[in-house]
């Protein structure tokens, strides 16, 4: 069997907001075909346009190739020897950012083909099952645009969220900082009023979680908030400080008491690396696209194992993502909870209509389809009418 052609779907919402804190508004998906007649499908989590010139521009010299002409012909059974062709065939265009970001969508695609080929879901292809099921926490992030309406609706999706079932829900909580809520600026005791509303909605048993999204300017600042919520029995507080300030990590590892998590924007196990040995982190949150796709993914949980830390993997695209994380996690033991977007739950379209992950939430746990593959549905017709969508709105 031998790789033939790649498409690139670049996505958009309709009446996309460019100001607007989520990448749930786009995506580029990627199709890997063979002569066999059988397919893949990945997606990551970069400006599509970006990602999609990354795997189709053509190359100029042997560290600078072509992501699309290195692929075809080759064999897709390969995958982690392709992983490595790829990684060092565009080293001098990657090694990092928007490459590998490509890189990762490629692999998920390349993972999902040859778990068709030989008829087995992904995770018997990631080391094999060894967890029956995986516990995913409901991900929040309402659109808002005042401190009030924000506020209510957050305590009322983290609410509803435990109805639906679940029994660990993540709050996006940002009033401050470059990923503010649509610009909100609010002193700090709002964000502590905020997590005070949500952990009276959803109870005490519910393991709770907090995403600040980089708001703190310096340890010191996230030192005084992340002290008074020690109270809230939180599981994590991810991405407190800017990914850079791994000192500033160490710190808030050392001098308080809430798990710290981060590693979504970052590229490699290298990377990762520097986050669990020189920021201290105990919860390591690689995103399986972004990070370089499941083979490197994989990597990553290993050398968190062998630290003694969690995996808990970031995603904030659709059910492609989401499937990827569960075939993860069911293969990696040191992996408690992935993030999830319940459809009920999310203010973008595109997430809800794209792909069907395959999976349904039964006491609080899903598991991946057992089919071969990532198993995901994916609907043609909407992924037609975004990617009609985004020809319409940028024409290069």
């Known amino acids: 069997m031998r790789i033939t052609s790649i498409d690139c779907h670049v996505l958009l919402q309709p009446a996309f907001d460019i100001t607007a804190a989520s990448s749930a508004q786009d995506d580029i998906v990627v199709e890997i075909h063979t002569d066999e007649g059988i397919s893949g499908i990945g997606e990551t989590d ?30 897709p059974m390969d995958v982690e020897g392709i992983w490595e062709r790829m990684y060092v065939s565009t080293a001098m265009n990657g090694r990092r950012g928007a490459v590998i970001n490509a890189i990762g969508a490629l692999d998920i695609a390349l993972h999902d083909l040859r778990g068709k080929a030989l008829g087995v879901p992904c995770y018997e292809l990631l080391g094999g099952a060894v967890q029956s099921s995986i516990t995913p926490y409901a991900s929040l992030q309402p659109e808002t645009n005042s401190y009030a309406e924000y506020r209510e609706s957050l305590i009322d999706w983290a609410q509803r969220a435990v109805n639906l079932g679940f029994h660990a829900v993540k709050a996006e909580i940002t009033l401050e900082g470059p990923f503010a809520h649509t610009g909100m600026r609010e002193p700090w005791e709002r964000s502590t009023e905020v997590l005070a509303g949500v952990r009276k909605a959803v109870g005490p048993d519910t393991s709770l979680m907090i995403d600040v999204q980089y708001a703190f300017p310096d340890a010191d600042t996230a030192l005084r908030v992340l002290k008074t919520w020690e109270e809230f029995n939180l599981f994590f507080v ?93 293969a990696t033991p040191n992996c408690p909870f992935i993030e999830y977007m319940p459809a009920e739950l999310t203010a973008s379209g595109l997430r809800r209509d794209l792909a069907d992950d395959g999976m349904t939430l039964v006491d609080g746990k899903v598991s991946p389809s057992s089919g071969p593959g990532l198993g995901i549905d994916i609907n043609r017709d909407a992924l037609e009418y975004y990617a009609a969508v985004a020809r319409e709105s940028y024409q290069p």
């Open 46 to 75: 970069v400006n599509p346009w970006i990602a999609k010139a990354c795997i189709e521009a053509p190359g100029s010299h042997n560290m600078g190739v072509g992501l699309t002409e290195l692929l075809v012909g080759l064999d």
């Open 238 to 330: 991810e991405t407190p400080l800017w990914p850079d300030d791994l000192e500033g990590y160490r710190r808030l590892a050392d001098e308080q008491s809430i798990p710290i998590a981060a590693g979504e924007w970052l590229t490699t196990r290298f990377e990762h690396l520097d986050l669990m040995d020189r920021g201290g982190v105990r919860i390591v949150q690689p995103d399986i696209g972004r990070v370089g796709g499941l083979t490197e993914a994989k990597r990553v949980c290993q050398l968190a194992a062998d630290r003694g830390l969690s995996i808990v993997p970031h995603l904030w695209k659709t059910g492609i993502s989401v499937a990827a994380a569960a075939h993860l996690a069911t």
